[in-house]
């Protein structure tokens, strides 16, 4: 094989890897930004904003659950709210997005990523338990 036909199978490799589902890239820089709005939202206090980043079945499940409107129920969960992106997983038009001290999932619509769980916990052998999720 020929130096530079290695090179291109190495740079054809690299690149599959750079573009692949787990890629910090583009679309997970988006994701992680929209998680991080969200924390950065209940950080502040602001419920308003953090709802305006939860997907539609999330906030409709949120207020249903908590019988109040989703500016006060997301504050009174007191959800997490860490800045610190250890790693971004995008899968299609999912992506997980774990921060030092939550993991959120989202989802891509239309108008960007939006939160559809939040206040996830990793279990043994089980799907995460989210204090908010959508229905």
């Given at each position: 094989?020929?130096?530079?036909?290695?090179?291109?199978?190495?740079?054809?490799?690299?690149?599959?890897?750079?573009?692949?589902?787990?890629?910090?890239?583009?679309?997970?820089?988006?994701?992680?930004a929209a998680a991080t709005g969200f924390t950065d939202a209940l950080r502040q206090g602001d419920g308003g904003q953090a709802c305006a980043l939860l997907?539609?079945?999330?906030?409709?499940?949120?207020?249903?659950?908590?019988?109040?409107?989703?500016?006060?129920?997301?504050?009174?969960?007191?959800?997490?709210?860490?800045?610190?992106?250890?790693?971004?997983?995008?899968?299609?038009?999912?992506?997980?997005?774990?921060?030092?001290?939550?993991?959120?999932?989202?989802?891509?619509?239309?108008?960007?990523?939006?939160?559809?769980?939040?206040?996830?916990?990793?279990?043994?052998?089980?799907?995460?338990d989210c204090q908010v999720k959508g229905g």
């Amino acid at each position: 094989m020929s130096i530079s036909r290695w090179c291109r199978g190495a740079l054809l490799a690299a690149l599959a890897v750079s573009t692949g589902c787990g890629a910090p890239g583009g679309r997970g820089e988006d994701a992680a930004a929209a998680a991080t709005g969200f924390t950065d939202a209940l950080r502040q206090g602001d419920g308003g904003q953090a709802c305006a980043l939860l997907a539609p079945r999330t906030l409709e499940e949120l207020e249903k659950s908590e019988r109040t409107p989703c500016d006060r129920a997301v504050t009174q969960e007191q959800l997490p709210a860490g800045d610190v992106v250890r790693k971004v997983d995008v899968y299609g038009d999912q992506a997980r997005v774990v921060l030092a001290d939550d993991t959120l999932f989202l989802a891509h619509f239309s108008a960007g990523w939006k939160v559809t769980a939040a206040g996830c916990t990793p279990r043994p052998e089980q799907p995460y338990d989210c204090q908010v999720k959508g229905g």
